[in-house]
């Protein structure tokens, strides 16, 4: 059965003439209000074009969106108390650890620091939800018992991942919205921006990480994003910066790369982190997740040096860990929830997974073998790494399964539910088009990002809420989604009552 679809939220297609219009004004609006990235293709530090986007904001449904929005909370708190939990941790990763030598260093130096007594209890998680709709939930009417209970057809979301680092679109999320809100302007359809919600990220963001400043109480000390050696995506971590100096001009923001730290970091006497004769109270890692940020072992010794500080990490060691595709898996077992979550908020949750299989060698790692390999379109098979471009779809699936299905190797990866998510058409504005020429109309899809910041220690949660949110879309026939890996587009959600969106 085909995908339903939902209704744009504009007639399409728009006048040509007036479509060449606004494409240009929206181009201009994005480069001149730095919703921007570095070409990955013509490298230039000094020259900035803007991010892809879509012209028009993508319909979604108006309770789901505020369903996702209510329960970002409970997943702050249960990613906290998993990361928290060396036991389930440990337990988790076991398998992967021996095959996985990115995420067994990340552990080695998990087991080091919890050996050593860990410096700082307090933890700041700035983390993102991803979900997308599910097609088969489209049109149907709702059950009874169902958490969302209405009357008449309803649609659900499943979710695709938790990220607890570098959990990117604190200011492109937001920007998306603006370019909206200024196209729908500049169509005439004013009365039309009321449906694009409120979107805070960026301020939300930078407030947790001073409300980790303080709690470092010393007014001296320094917020330290941990970046790429090249950043491309640098208006999205420059803004964070801006508004940090916006709401605090007495926090000085200073950038280090994992080599520069290797250089330059050390500890005081107090296991304070003290860069270049700067204490640091807050670490901000947007890079370090992957393994071609650590190009040698003293890189390596930078981030243990990290763990061992005074200074609290964004994500520490142990949430970045709770942030693994394995751990993830390992949470949508039956009974695990329980664990960590109570009544109400563990169905809440149940409700949203999809199904995540692990691939150990074991009964239930040779099922999901041979699912993957009967049934190869209906599953995403994921490795323990962030940034996008890593997951394997479709016919590949089937492929890569066989390939590792007789070594230790399956362990470093799991299983998930592909989720099939509504279409629609719009249009996406892409830089290095042709001069004057208009982007056809295409077949998309979404995926929406809601951020939470959450700080506490193991014992108690200080500060729990969710802040703000992001939407990309991609063309239907692609697999990735990433806009700073140039396979996505920005966008914003024109929130609908469900009877009134889909076609």
Known sequence: MDNPRMTPCLDLPIDQKLLEEVVEKAKDWALMHGACMRSKTNLNTDILQFAPFVLLPSTFPRKEFEKAVAIQPILNELMHKVAHDYDFLSSSLKSTITVDQFTKKLFEIYETVRSEGIAQP????????????????????????????????????????????????????????????????????????????????????????????????????????????????????????????????????????????????????????????????????????EPGHYHTEKEWDARLLMERSLAIKCPSIHYHLAGTKKVQQSLARPGVLEKFLAGDKTSAVKEIFTGLYSLDKDEFGEKAIQMAIENPSHFVLKPQREGGGNNVYGEN???????????????????????????????????????????????????????????????IISTNKQVGHMLRTKLSTADEGGVAAGLGALDSPYLVDLSSCCE
């Open 397 to 459: 699936v089937r492929s890569a399964v066989l390939s590792m299905k007789d070594t230790e190797e399956r362990s470093a990866w799991i299983l998930m539910e592909r989720i099939l998510p509504p279409l629609q058409h719009n249009y996406m504005v892409r830089p290095g088009d042709p001069k004057n020429a208009c982007p056809p109309i295409s077949e998309v899809v979404g995926e929406l990002g809601i951020f939470g910041v959450v700080i506490g220690d193991e014992n």
């Open 122 to 289: 307090v933890s700041l998680g700035l983390v993102r939800s991803d979900i997308m709709l599910e097609s088969s939930c489209i049109g149907r009417e709702c059950a009874s018992d169902c958490s969302t209970a209405e009357s008449g057809p309803y649609c659900c979301w499943k979710q695709v991942e938790i990220n607890t680092i570098a959990s990117g679109f604190g200011w492109l999320g937001p920007a998306s919205g603006l370019i909206h809100r200024y196209v729908l302007q500049e169509l005439g359809r004013m009365d039309m921006i009321k449906n694009l919600p409120e979107n805070k990220a960026l301020q939300g963001l930078c407030g947790g990480m001073l409300e980790a400043w303080k709690i470092y109480k010393n007014n001296k000390a320094v917020i330290m994003f941990i970046v790429e050696d090249v950043t491309y995506n640098i208006c999205d971590q420059r803004f964070h910066e801006f508004e940090l100096r916006s709401q605090n001009p007495n926090v000085p923001v200073i950038r280090r790369n994992l080599t520069q730290l290797s250089q330059s970091a050390k500890l005081g006497s107090n296991k304070e982190l003290i860069v270049d004769g700067l204490e640091v109270a807050v670490i901000y890692f947007r890079a370090g997740y």
